[in-house]
């Protein structure tokens, strides 16, 4: 592949990621999966002020990941693509298998931490 094209594609990825790395951003792109919201109704749903929220959007839609429609005299923000919510998805899923083998992890040290005791006993 092109290192040109290849650099390229590399920055629109990281870009992507940066979008994604605010836990703010994420409960607002979840909460679009249910349907178009205003600014407000975002704000009152993940109790965060309505400045930081538009803030958030529009950090969300220079990458995408929203649009914005005028509605008369307010604006509705709707997910861009809802590949976003399966991608968000299969990452909390490893998420959640990665916390599981930590969890396993501990319990095995404290197995094997709880037989040395017995043993120097």
């Known amino acids: 592949m092109n290192k040109d094209l290849e650099a390229e594609i590399n920055d629109l990825h990281a870009n992507i990621c940066a979008g994604l790395a605010d836990p703010k951003r994420i409960m607002i792109l979840y909460h ?71 969890a396993d992890l501990i319990e095995q040290l404290s197995v094997t931490s709880e037989e040395q005791e017995e043993t120097a006993l």
């Open 32 to 102: 679009l999966a249910e349907g178009p919201q205003t600014v407000n109704d975002l704000a009152a749903a993940i109790h965060t002020p309505q400045p930081s929220v538009s803030r958030h959007l529009k950090v969300l839609r220079e990458r995408g990941m929203v649009r914005a429609t005028r509605q008369a005299q307010s604006v509705e923000y709707r997910l861009g693509d809802v590949r976003l919510i399966q991608a968000l998805d299969l990452l909390l899923a490893v998420l959640r298998d990665n916390l599981a083998h930590r």
